[in-house]
């Protein structure tokens, strides 16, 4: 008697659902100019390398246009989609994940979670608006190295693929703070107002949403160690001064550190510390760094 072939055992939740989204390797209609080995349309068009995928890739949101209103992204601001079905990226306050299918020059994104941080503006506004524009079905295109998510309706996200941001000679903008797994939004009116650039002299400076500040630092694999730090005795209003007190609390000795592509998290024993997103591009660092 022939042996029957066994039933398929059923797959928790997730890992079907994951299982279930065609991702294909993208090939993308550009709108750049017409090479040799493309398929002119006549307007400059052609199509792009299938070797140029959307998945695998850190793209920087660079900016964001809904209605005919474009407007620039805040350092953090990103999108990734892994190989297996899902999109996890940053909307510019609150991190988010969602479903993620790719298929030709289609990027689908449904079933989207993310954290409830209080966004104050004007992030809250970015916010909403990459987040009405980052669902649904998407027109993907590739122009200049820069990647264009286009709705039904016309409205776009711009994307940049951006090389990892290495700790020393970025400027570092804090965009949150952070006590235990929980981050929370920095005190109103202080946003972008707290920058760190480390240099490689094994020192660091920059503000602290008032003062300008400045200390030695060493760095051992996951940790930092900071030495006394020094600041300007500017007086500010109460939100500066607050963020400013939370930043000194947290640079004090040996601290944890983390960079995952193009964002650093800085957390003390106790769990509290603060993290920040890296430039566009990397800054040079002050002389004598």
């Not at 090939?27 to 090479?35: E, F, I, N, R, Y």
């Not at 493309?38 to 959307?54: A, E, L």
């Not at 993310?114 to 649904?136: N, W, Y």
């Amino acid at each position: 008697m022939p042996t029957m072939p066994s039933t398929p055992k059923k797959q928790p939740y997730a890992t079907a659902a994951a299982a279930l989204v065609p991702l294909l390797a993208l090939a993308l209609t550009a709108c750049g100019t017409q090479s040799g080995n493309g398929t002119g349309t006549g307007d400059g068009s052609t199509s792009v390398r299938p070797d140029v995928p959307v998945t695998g890739v850190h793209w920087t949101v660079e900016s964001v246009t809904v209605d005919g209103r474009e407007t620039a992204a805040p350092a953090g601001a990103h999108v990734r989609i892994d190989s297996k079905g899902r999109a996890k990226g940053n909307f510019g306050c609150n991190h988010f994940d969602a479903r993620a299918a790719v298929e030709g020059d289609t990027v689908t994104l449904s079933d989207t979670g993310m954290t409830e941080i209080g966004c104050p503006e004007p992030l809250q506004g970015f916010e909403d608006a990459l987040k009405s524009v980052l669902t649904g079905k998407l027109k993907a295109t590739l122009k200049d190295g820069r990647l264009t998510l286009t709705t039904a309706g016309g409205d776009t996200v711009r994307l940049g693929e951006q090389p990892p941001a290495p700790l020393v000679g970025t400027k570092w903008t804090v965009n949150s703070l952070v006590s235990g797994r929980a981050a929370t939004s920095l005190p109103p009116g202080t946003e972008g107002r707290a920058t760190l650039v480390f240099g490689k002299d094994d020192s660091v400076r920059g503000t602290l949403g008032c003062n300008q500040f400045s200390a030695a630092v060493t760095t051992d694999g996951s940790t930092m160690t900071f030495g006394r730090v020094t600041t300007t005795r500017k007086l500010c209003a109460g939100p500066q001064m607050e963020l400013e007190r939370a930043l000194l609390t947290t640079m004090k000795g040996k601290v944890r550190y983390a960079i995952e592509h193009r964002s650093l998290t800085v957390t003390a024993a106790g769990g509290t510390g603060f993290a920040a997103g890296a430039e566009n591009r990397t800054t040079t660092a002050p002389a004598g760094q």
